[in-house]
């Protein structure tokens, strides 16, 4: 009446056996094109917490917010970094953007712009194209922007003829006492 199945009656008999396939790996160049979505287009971040202490230098393809203490160097040249008002910084920081709101000392190399916020407390160097100090942050350091003048330098080279001395339209002193108790 029942067929008995054959195939499991034999315990000897092996099955085949599926292997899985190994994913595909994507070439280098792909990857890293996928990754770097440009300096403020780029949603992801990563954020150091305020109880985290990093004793080296960090680099990075995306935005970086400090609110810990990092002793070292921080890269992210195409990116934005921000020390928040916990955050503290002994090192130097190569971004395309960065806002300062905690401790920094050190020098800041921006292609674009620094703000530097009114709980910042700065000692050190920025280079950057434009930069913005809050009223209420300390700030002891030396600011360069890297711009062109608005005005043209002097041609060198050329001859230079000395100011003359324009006639005085005031009277000595001396004369003019006089004049007066006359």
């Not at 230098?57 to 921000?82: C, F, M, R, S, Y």
């Not at 360069?144 to 100011?163: A, D, M, S, Y």
């Amino acid at each position: 009446m029942f067929k008995q199945n054959r195939e499991a009656s034999n315990p000897n008999k092996t099955k085949p056996v599926d292997t899985p396939t190994p994913p595909k790996k994507e070439s280098p160049v792909k990857k890293a094109a996928s990754r770097d979505s440009g300096p403020l287009t780029s949603s992801s971040k990563t954020v150091i917490g305020t109880n985290v202490v990093i004793d080296g230098n960090v680099q990075g393809t995306e935005n970086l917010v400090v609110d810990g203490v990092v002793k070292g160097n921080i890269k992210a040249p195409d990116h934005h970094v921000t020390i928040g008002p916990k955050g503290r910084i002994e090192g130097e920081i190569h971004a395309h953007d960065a806002v300062i709101g905690g401790l920094l000392q050190g020098k800041v190399s921006a292609a674009g712009r620094v703000e530097v916020t009114q709980d910042a407390d700065f000692y050190g160097e920025i280079k950057c194209k434009s930069i913005a100090v809050q009223d209420g942050a300390y700030f002891k350091g030396i600011i360069e922007l890297q711009r062109e003048p608005h005005r043209e330098k002097q041609p060198t080279g050329g001859k230079v003829e000395p100011i003359k001395e324009a006639p005085s339209r005031v009277a000595p002193l001396a004369t003019a006492e006089a004049a007066k108790e006359k």
